[in-house]
């Protein structure tokens, strides 16, 4: 029996082992679906903004009425505020303002009383608003939002006087009312000096004494502007935007200096273009770099820039996220790939589940992941003394991939 039985179970065994090595072996192997997607380089940075604008400077007792905001673009000669040196001044503004309030009501025909009350919580309203944003501000460190609020609550408060001060205003016509505005407007012509652009621009309130730092000209920055470049870099706080004074920026010209880490120097090539995105408004915009500079441990990097990025006008420190490298194709595992015959490419399932060896062209890396190039591509050919290239066909989005090659072979069913 022991002779008869033992072969019978050596015989089935085998058999056996035989076709359960392919399941078994299916067991092992891992697939992936091929998608497209981006991979990107990037760190994020404060770097110091260096504008191509002219200072101009303001006197501490003069009250100053703007007729411009942050960030509007102003023509050459436009008026930009009427400054007011007396009292005189200012009771003829308010009372220009509340002219213009009475013509707008009898234009529209409204009630002047139920605007006043409209008005008046509207404004309040808004108040209460601002002042618990500027105790958020305070706690946070935030001083150009301070600044900000208070210049804002300073004009809710003058609006407020303005609409409880036009209730005492004599019913008058209104043609009447256009007369009077009109006399105002001569009057306060030859008693108000007026603030006019010199040039053409972008209208920014207030310096922090260093608008010219360094001439946009240069290509390397001097010793004593990359100290104090450096000093700047390493702070962690904003310098201060002092209101004794205005910017006219030229144009969208501007150049952004930030510290990075040395081992980025190889993205930042002179003439190179590169990649920054505004944090805020989760937006790229491209550059060109300019110069790199070795600093200890880290680097200086100098970037041009035609554009404007959120805060770029009125900021000195802007924060953003580099990003040297930015690569676009079909997203795979790094451990997907596999040489054969010389030949780097990964391996496909095809409609019948067996392991199919595709070329494949890389486009870029990380530690994990790798971008390759989709659609038809070209290798050497595979002839002896042939140096000519082909077209071949790779892999392409929805394909399913094995992530483990290393326990495939060509020709191998995994499914």
Same mark, same amino acid.
């Given at each position: ?20 090595? @392919? ?10 679906? *091929? ?12 770097? *110091? ?5 002219? *200072? ?16 509007? $673009? ?14 005189? /001044? ?5 009372? $220009? ?31 209460? =608003? ?40 004599? !019913?008058?016509?209104?043609? !009447? ?61 904003? @310098?201060?935007? $002092?209101? &004794? ?6 144009? =969208? &010209? ?15 090539? @002179? ?8 944090? &805020? ?5 491209? +550059? ?17 820039f035609n554009v404007?990025?959120?805060?770029? &006008? ?26 054969r015959n010389g ?12 392991a199919v060896f ?7 890396? /990380?530690?994990?992941? *790798?971008?390759?190039?989709? +659609? ?28 483990? @090659?290393?326990?495939?072979?060509? +020709?191998?069913?995994?499914?």
């Amino acid at each position: 029996m022991l002779v008869l039985v033992v072969p019978v179970v050596v015989i089935v065994s085998l058999y056996f082992s035989i076709r359960l090595n @392919p399941v078994i072996s299916q067991f092992r192997i891992k697939t992936d679906i *091929v998608d497209i997607g981006t991979l990107e380089t990037s760190t994020e940075v404060d770097g *110091v903004v260096i504008r191509d604008e002219s *200072v101009y400077s303001l006197t501490d007792t003069a009250h100053i009425n703007w007729n411009v905001s942050n960030g509007e $673009k102003v023509a050459r000669q436009q008026k930009l505020a009427d400054i007011l040196v007396s009292e005189s /001044d200012q009771s003829l503004m308010m009372e $220009k303002e509340m002219i213009n309030m009475r013509i707008e009501m009898l234009e529209s025909d409204e009630d002047m009383s139920t605007f006043s009350e409209e008005a008046v919580a509207q404004l309040e309203n808004r108040m209460d =608003h601002i002042i618990s944003d500027l105790a958020q501000n305070i706690q946070q460190n935030q001083y150009e939002l301070v600044y900000k609020n208070r210049y804002i609550i300073d004009e809710l408060a003058q609006q407020l006087i303005t609409i409880e001060a036009s209730k005492e205003l004599p !019913e008058m016509s209104l043609e !009447e009312l256009r007369n009077r505005q009109e006399q105002i407007e001569s009057k306060m012509d030859s008693l108000s000096n007026k603030i006019r652009a010199d040039v053409s621009g972008i209208f920014s309130a207030g310096t922090d004494g260093l608008e010219n730092i360094i001439p946009l000209t240069e290509e390397e920055l001097n010793e004593s502007e990359t100290k104090t470049l450096w000093e700047i870099l390493n702070s962690s706080s904003q @310098p201060e935007i $002092k209101n &004794h004074g205005f910017r006219i920026i030229h144009d =969208h &010209h501007w150049t952004y200096i930030a510290q990075i880490p040395a081992d980025y120097i190889k993205y930042y090539e @002179p003439n190179m273009r590169t990649w920054v995105r505004d944090i &805020h408004q989760n937006r790229l915009v491209r +550059g060109k770099v300019l110069n790199t500079q070795k600093m200890d441990n880290n680097a200086i990097v100098s970037l041009e820039f035609n554009v404007p990025l959120e805060g770029w &006008h009125q900021k000195r420190l802007l924060s953003t996220e580099l990003v040297p490298r930015q690569f676009e194709g079909l997203l795979v595992p790094v451990s997907s790939l596999a040489v054969r015959n010389g030949k780097t490419g990964v391996f496909r399932v095809d409609l019948n589940g067996y392991a199919v060896f595709m070329p494949v062209e890389e486009l870029g890396r /990380d530690d994990e992941i *790798v971008v390759l190039k989709e +659609g038809p591509i070209e290798i050497m050919s595979d002839a002896e003394n042939d140096s000519d290239s082909q077209m071949v066909e790779t892999i392409r989005r929805y394909d399913q991939i094995i992530i483990n @090659p290393e326990n495939v072979q060509e +020709g191998q069913r995994v499914r």
